[in-house]
């Protein structure tokens, strides 16, 4: 399994677009990229998943270079509630997934 | 709203009790899994499921077991707790091919006393 690497911690303010960069240097071929969010005493939730270029949905986007050794998650305009922790997973997105410590995303008023 | 359903959002047992953690998903789902999660430690796989009757030990098996006897339905049982397994238990469905990712339940928060 792939191992990720992204920052412990992230401050932003409302309104501002938030990146977070995680990087894959053993990714495989067939390992998909998955990010999840968390809030305090809740699961975590699936945000955002690509295998190459540019994944959009309504809540964020997903920018894969072409080596694929690492992926930023874009947050546009972030709120107060977009405080949690943010993960980045590698590898079959539906089979055995090992989670890192996250990035913990402070948004600032 | 598809979802995952654990059957206690809080639990407290003594020292030694068999434990039992229920989990149903309705969406159909193939994969199940059991993760625990503790401050400082981030979540931690116990066992996954890919298969009704098949189970595969993640990386922190001991002192667990599981039973998947129904599709919609993983079992984490706790064979004798002891009080370092105080945490918080997660489980997650997937699909095989899993466009979509984990969908994770709201946890159960365990404490042994």
């Known amino acids: 399994l792939a191992k990720t690497t992204q920052p412990i911690s992230m401050d932003s303010y409302e309104g501002q677009e938030v990146n977070i960069t995680c990087s894959h240097n053993?990714?495989?071929?067939?390992?998909?990229i998955t990010w999840y969010q968390q809030f305090p005493s809740q699961g975590p939730r699936f945000i955002i998943q690509g295998y190459k270029t540019k994944v959009t949905n309504e809540v964020a986007s997903l920018f894969i270079p072409a080596d694929r050794k690492s992926s930023t998650l874009s947050l546009p305009r972030v709120s107060l509630s977009d405080t949690a922790v943010y993960y980045c997973l590698v590898g079959d997105p539906g089979g055995k997934i090992i989670f890192g410590k996250g990035t913990r995303l402070h948004i600032l008023p | 709203d598809v979802k995952v359903t654990q059957s206690s959002r809080y639990l407290v047992k003594r020292t030694g009790e068999k434990v039992f953690l229920e989990c149903v998903q309705d969406?159909?789902?193939?994969?199940m899994f059991w993760y625990r999660q503790d401050p400082g430690l981030g979540l931690r796989l116990i066992y996954f499921s890919y298969d009704v009757k098949m189970k595969e030990k993640g990386d922190i098996p001991e002192g667990y077991s599981v039973s998947r006897e129904k599709k919609e339905r993983f079992s984490l049982i706790l064979e004798s707790a002891s009080t370092n397994q105080t945490s918080m238990y997660l489980c997650?469905?997937?699909?095989?091919?899993?466009?979509?990712?984990?969908?994770f339940g709201s946890g159960t928060r365990l404490t042994v006393v």
């Open positions: 997650a469905s997937s699909q095989p091919v899993g466009v979509g990712g984990y969908t």
């Open positions: 053993n990714i495989a071929t067939n390992d998909y």
């Open positions: 969406m159909d789902h193939e994969n």
